[in-house]
């Protein structure tokens, strides 16, 4: 089974261009997440769908930040224009949808974004 | 609040030596928990998880953890380290308001000496 894919995996850029990440979930898979992870902290949430529907965006920085999912398939986030601080890990994630024993989110590699 | 806290940034461990990473945590019902791993260069892989039921769980690579309510703890431990082990563990907890997400430690980095 093909995990979750990403890409790029290294993105340098410079204050204020933008930048787009893609990620493709594992096939079924209806919820997909989005994370940013900054050096030395734990992932946390920006966006979660749920098939091509927003579930949570509750930490998306949204006057420069946005994301799509318009199949409910793959998803891309952009930033626009990136800050010094928007350097990090992006992650994606997916999961079936539900929250029983079986539950777990799938990680993808990762997106290590630099902005200079 | 909801959170997650791992009190150790680092902990260096000899080879063969048996390991317990901490975690703590804030929710107000019954949590579901989980650790992590993290290779340098590599996505988050599930180590085990905990949703109810026996208190201790079995993972991947040798790892389980307990879950203690009194104590709000959850810690990862491996009766023998190997030097594959190094790496970044996170815990985290199922939480949120308006939706379920993963609510992440800063995590633990592991060092293991030869």
């Known amino acids: 089974e093909a995990g979750v894919a990403q890409s790029p995996r290294y993105k340098i850029i410079e204050k204020r261009q933008s930048v787009a990440f893609w990620c493709n979930p594992i096939s079924g898979h209806a919820t997909l997440y989005w994370y940013q992870q900054i050096l030395g902290q734990g992932p946390k949430l920006l966006i979660q769908f749920q098939n091509n529907g927003v579930v949570d965006d509750s930490q998306l920085p949204k006057d420069r930040f946005s994301a799509e999912r318009l199949k409910g398939v793959d998803s891309t986030l952009k930033i626009q224009p990136a800050k010094l601080e928007d350097s990090a890990v992006y992650l994606c994630?997916?999961?079936?949808?539900?929250?029983?024993?079986?539950?777990?989110?799938?990680f993808g590699p990762g997106t290590r974004l630099t902005v200079t | 609040a909801q959170s997650v806290t791992q009190p150790d940034i680092h902990i260096t461990v000899s080879e063969g030596a048996s390991l317990e990473l901490r975690c703590n945590y804030s929710y107000g019902a019954t949590p579901y928990l989980f650790w992590y791993v993290q290779s340098p260069g590599q996505g988050l892989q599930l180590l085990l998880k905990?949703?109810?039921?026996?208190?201790l769980v079995q993972g991947i690579k040798g790892f389980e953890a307990e879950f203690k309510r009194s104590q709000s703890s959850f810690n990862l431990r491996k009766p023998s380290v190997h030097w594959s082990d190094a790496a970044e563990y996170f815990c985290?907890?199922?939480?949120?308001?308006?939706?379920?997400?993963?609510?992440f430690g800063s995590g633990t980095r592991l060092l293991v000496r030869p």
């Open positions: 905990y949703f109810s039921g026996d208190t």
């Open positions: 985290a907890l199922l939480g949120g308001d308006s939706s379920y997400k993963l609510i």
């Open positions: 994630a997916s999961s079936l949808p539900g929250f029983g024993h079986n539950y777990e989110q799938y």
